[in-house]
């Protein structure tokens, strides 16, 4: 018998707004390479995910598994940084 690993959520809903988005950042900087959480929502978050893709470019997946109206679910899960080069040194 093999046991899934549970994924957090955190419903929006229920945090003030000045709180919310301070909450969704310290948990997704809590969470290791390959973790993620459910996020749940009353409308698509969309500047929340422009902050997420200056914030952690290349950094995290932004699966949507649920859409309106009135309710969004996104999973928001970790994934290993990228090495970045400026190819100054030649290497790749």
Not at 16 to 45: K, M, N, W, Y
């Amino acid at each position: 018998m093999s046991l899934a690993a549970q994924v957090t959520s955190i419903d929006v809903r229920l945090i003030a707004p000045q709180e919310r988005h301070a909450t969704i950042f310290a948990t997704f900087q809590s969470l290791a390479a390959g973790e993620s959480f459910d996020l749940l929502s009353d409308h698509e978050p969309l500047p929340l995910h422009g902050q997420f893709l200056q914030q952690w470019p290349g950094q995290f997946d932004w699966d949507v598994l649920d859409t309106g109206p009135g309710k969004w679910r996104i999973r928001i899960g970790r994934v290993a940084a990228a090495k970045s080069c400026c190819g100054c040194c030649g290497g790749g």
